[in-house]
């Protein structure tokens, strides 16, 4: 699955961080769940892992690299089904954080791709991903999301 030109595009007049990252972006085939489904014309999506094409965390340590590759997976997995970041119902942020200012750093990243969509953001003890662990202060991102499908 490729992102699409959109995924690039500013959101709630926010300018994206790096904006060229999506494009031609791919998202890893490996996983052992879906990206995304679809249901009655709800999009439902799995949690967006700061994963590169090859399933490798990307970033260690780094809030806010892993921040947005997360949402730019997430971005990529909705671009699938014609879908913007306009189109989100919610979000929930886990962070693996060990103080406040992490999880604000993170959530810097995902407002300025997502703009205000009501939002959750949580710090958690440790995600399912290896290098999801404290070692190093390291905390991940990890954008729970729920989206309407257009038309």
């Known amino acids: 699955m490729t992102a699409g030109a959109g995924a690039t ?4 007049g ?10 031609g972006m791919s998202l890893y085939p490996g996983t052992p769940y879906n990206y995304s489904a679809t249901a009655q014309g709800i999009v439902f999506t799995a949690g967006a892992c700061p994963l590169d094409e090859h399933g490798t965390v990307v970033a260690p340590g780094d809030f806010e690299a892993q921040a947005l ?20 119902l919610k979000t929930t942020v886990f962070v ?7 999880l604000v750093r993170v959530w ?41 499908a257009k038309g």
């Open 9 to 12: 595009e500013t959101t709630a």
């Open 14 to 23: 926010v300018p994206s961080l790096l904006a060229t990252l999506s494009v």
């Open 69 to 88: 590759r997360a949402v730019e997976n997430l971005l990529a997995a909705l671009s699938t089904h014609d879908i913007g970041p306009e189109s989100v």
């Open 96 to 102: 693996v954080a060990g103080d406040r200012s992490d």
């Open 108 to 148: 810097d990243v995902v407002s300025s791709r997502l703009g205000r969509v009501p939002s959750t953001l949580l710090g958690v003890s440790l995600m399912g991903y290896p290098n999801w662990s404290r070692s190093r202060r390291s905390r991940r991102s990890n954008p729970a999301l729920l989206r309407r």
